[in-house]
């Protein structure tokens, strides 16, 4: 099974700051998506990124994918109090007979103070 | 649309018993996954259904099983549960395989085993 180590676990930050969440890994992830989940909700997806070196960007939000396919990145420009939640990135891997099995970093918990 | 639905939302057991676990996926999707969710793990990947076919397994004892309807409806069963087993369940419906496309989470269903 592949592992993605994302960083950090906790952000707290002031609005209008501007902020970076990472997800890493030693494997080759064939796309990796990043969801954002609310308490009492599911995760809902934000971004698939699957081109190495890909960037993405949804208003205030940049989502990179690494040339290697091995690691990514959320850039959050001006956060809002309404950017508050649990960030968490998901690769699904390459081949072999867990094709298209996601995996799910531990995710980031963002609190965005007004 | 109707979106991903899951049965019941809450939910109390006792070690030992077993828990059934419903889902509905929207309409047209055929893929179905489950997820176990909790502090310490994160989000876990159970299994993945696709077309009454199980198509993708995590890494969970034989305990945790699962199946899917011709109407691509979804049940999870956890046997002889343990205090660990404590955990959101999500389940994740696409209309493909889930690694081919978009998966809607739904709400959850919360287990607590006492």
């Known amino acids: 099974t592949q592992l993605l180590e994302q960083s950090p676990q906790f952000l707290s930050i002031q609005e209008g700051e501007n902020l970076t969440v990472y997800c890493n890994s030693s494997s080759v992830f064939s796309s990796l998506q990043w969801y954002r989940q609310e308490p009492g909700e599911g995760p809902v997806l934000l971004v698939t990124?699957?081109?190495?070196?890909e960037v993405k960007k949804l208003k205030r939000l940049t989502f990179q994918f690494g040339d290697a396919r091995k690691d990514s990145s959320l850039h959050i420009t001006a956060a809002q109090p309404g950017d508050t939640g649990l960030y968490l990135c998901a690769g699904s891997e390459a081949g072999g007979t867990s094709y298209g099995k996601l995996t799910f970093g531990q995710g980031t918990i963002l609190t965005v103070h007004p | 649309k109707a979106g991903v639905t899951q049965t019941p939302r809450y939910l109390i057991k006792t070690r030992g018993q077993q828990v059934t676990l419903s889902c509905s996926p929207i309409s047209g999707h055929r893929s179905v996954s489950w997820y176990q969710q909790t502090p310490g793990q994160g989000l876990q990947f159970l299994f993945e259904y696709f077309s009454e076919t199980q198509r993708n397994k995590g890494n969970f004892p034989g305990r945790f099983s699962g199946r899917q309807f011709s109407n691509s409806r979804s049940e999870m069963n956890v046997s002889t549960l343990e205090l660990g087993d404590s955990a959101l369940y999500l389940c994740?419906?696409?209309?493909?395989?889930?690694?081919?496309?978009?998966?809607?989470f739904g709400p959850g269903t919360r287990l607590l085993v006492l």
């Open positions: 990124v699957v081109t190495g070196g």
């Open positions: 994740a419906s696409s209309v493909g395989l889930a690694a081919l496309g978009t998966q809607y």
